[in-house]
């Protein structure tokens, strides 16, 4: 986590974390907003302080070139078309 918050000192705002799960690591970060497709861990990660959203991970509810920075720190090996969701991390990203 120490390397990760070096890291986010340097990252633009807004941040955004791809898989909030019960929003831990946004929390640690400073990540003000997270997306995630499971209702329970996404009320925890609202009750940490993160603004969540509930959505699917392949198709982000964020227009193009909208956020600074993406965490996508676990989900990847929990997804089965981990380029899709690249893709639209890409696509968000300024």
């Known amino acids: 986590m120490t390397a990760l918050k070096s890291l986010n000192a ?55 070139r909208r956020i600074g920075a993406i965490y996508v720190l676990v989900t990847l090996c929990f997804v089965a078309d981990p380029q899709n969701i690249l893709r639209e991390c890409f696509r968000v990203l300024k």
């Not at 705002?13 to 209702?39: Q, S, T, Y």
């Not at 603004?51 to 193009?64: G, M």
């Open 10 to 64: 340097q990252m633009d705002d807004p941040k955004m974390e791809i898989g909030v799960g019960p929003g831990h690591c946004a929390r640690n970060l400073g990540v003000g907003f997270g997306i995630e497709p499971a209702w329970a861990p996404l009320t925890l990660a609202s009750e940490r302080g993160c603004k969540c959203c509930q959505a699917f991970l392949e198709q982000l509810p964020v227009k193009d």
